[in-house]
């Protein structure tokens, strides 16, 4: 019978037990070599692959210092140079070791590979991490840096910066106080959002309406013009981009921002009217069948036109659910 063998199994743990089983032999007395992991495939399985070996028949395929050990010769001291030879018939030669500069090797300086005998490296990564402490310049107790220190008047102190750099960061820039500071903010910025984005001929109109849900004053933008589809884009993902910059923009220029919408070419309206629509035919459909509704994943404002437009419904109320993009509204019964 052989005394070695590859074996294969569902996982590790079956292959080493179907290679003990045909050896004959157990745990302590084998030798295992995980040759493959299982893995999964598209279609299929990858299996395990082992090798189970006899420790006796071991011994012949080490080298010469691997069998020292095996026959419990003691091992040289940790410390001892495994560069210097013992032998009296060669001539000792001095240790190698190893540069700082680490310069070129002739051939004259180590000679010939068959002229040496192999060497062995041990605890050479730990011995080099500690010289490496050892020789590291000691670190000046004043010394700050690498630590995280937050001073207690830094934030405020952050915040004033900030301020004034930002009052400072165009002196043309005005204080918005009032409403219509906050319109000509906002009007001009977007007017030179789209000269840079070279659209001509367009007019921009602005309205004031009030937040029933949140109490406050909206201020809406219209974009008039033709050939404005480009700036509307794929579902809206062109207008919500600007959208969103102009709101960025405004939080810069103007202190108290107010409550901004954006539409162009009335796409807005148009999408609004349609989804007011279908939350009511919904919120009909709950009260028809007696069971709550959740809607498809929908933005913010998209969620917020669905609150509005059944926050007086006689029958229903509105959740909205879910975290991220999956966030939706849920139509239930009172």
Same mark, same amino acid.
């Given at each position: 019978m052989s005394d070695s063998g590859e074996f294969s199994g569902r996982t590790?743990?079956?292959?080493?037990?179907?290679g003990l089983h045909v050896l004959g032999l157990t745990r302590a007395e084998a030798d295992i070599e995980v040759l493959q992991h299982p893995r999964r495939k598209f279609l299929?399985?990858?299996?395990?692959?082992?090798?189970?070996?006899?420790?006796?028949?071991?011994?012949?395929?080490?080298?010469?210092?691997?069998?020292q050990e095996v026959a419990g010769q003691p091992e040289p001291a940790a410390d001892e140079e495994w560069d210097d030879w013992d032998t009296e018939d060669e001539e000792a030669e001095p240790p190698l070791r190893e540069p700082q500069t680490a310069p070129i090797a002739t051939e004259q300086d180590t000679g010939t $590979?068959?002229?040496?005998?192999? /060497?062995? !490296? #041990?605890?050479?990564?730990?011995?080099? =991490?500690? &010289?490496?402490?050892?020789?590291?310049?000691? $670190?000046?107790?004043?010394?700050? /840096?690498? !630590? #995280?220190?937050?001073?207690?008047?830094? =934030?405020? &102190?952050?915040?004033?910066?900030?301020?004034? $750099?930002?009052?400072?960061?165009?002196?043309s820039v005005p204080t918005p106080a009032d409403q219509e500071d906050n319109e000509r903010i906002a009007v001009e910025t977007l007017t030179r959002m789209?000269?840079?984005?070279?659209?001509?001929?367009?007019?921009?109109?602005?309205?004031?309406?009030?937040?029933?849900?949140?109490?406050?004053?909206?201020?809406?933008?219209?974009?008039?013009?033709r050939h404005l589809g480009r700036l509307i884009g794929r579902r809206g993902a062109t207008l919500q981009s600007m959208h969103?910059?102009?709101?960025?923009?405004?939080?810069?220029?103007?202190?108290?921002?107010?409550?901004?919408?954006?539409?162009i070419d009335s796409y807005q309206l148009k999408q609004d009217a349609a989804l007011q629509e279908q939350a009511r035919k919904t919120a009909n459909d709950v009260v028809h069948r007696g069971r709550p509704w959740e809607m498809e994943p929908m933005t913010k404002r998209q969620r917020w036109v669905v609150h509005v437009?059944?926050?007086?419904?006689?029958?229903?109320?509105?959740?909205?659910?879910g975290?991220?993009?999956?966030?939706?509204?849920?139509?239930l019964l009172k």
């Open positions: 590790i743990d079956d292959a080493i037990a179907e299929g399985r990858v299996e395990a692959l082992v090798r189970v070996s006899r420790l006796d028949d071991l011994a012949g395929e080490l080298d010469f210092e691997d069998q $590979r068959s002229d040496r005998r192999p /060497r062995r !490296r #041990r605890n050479r990564r730990g011995k080099g =991490r500690q &010289q490496s402490r050892e020789h590291r310049a000691p $670190r000046d107790s004043g010394d700050d /840096r690498g !630590r #995280r220190t937050l001073d207690p008047e830094t =934030r405020s &102190q952050r915040n004033a910066r900030e301020i004034v $750099r930002t009052d400072a960061y165009d002196e789209l000269e840079y984005m070279g659209v001509e001929d367009f007019q921009v109109k602005r309205t004031w309406t009030t937040d029933a849900r949140e109490s406050a004053d909206r201020l809406t933008l219209f974009v008039e013009g969103w910059t102009l709101v960025s923009m405004m939080r810069r220029l103007a202190r108290d921002c107010p409550k901004l919408d954006l539409d437009a059944l926050k007086d419904h006689p029958e229903v109320y509105t959740e909205s659910e975290t991220g993009p999956d966030r939706r509204v849920v139509i």
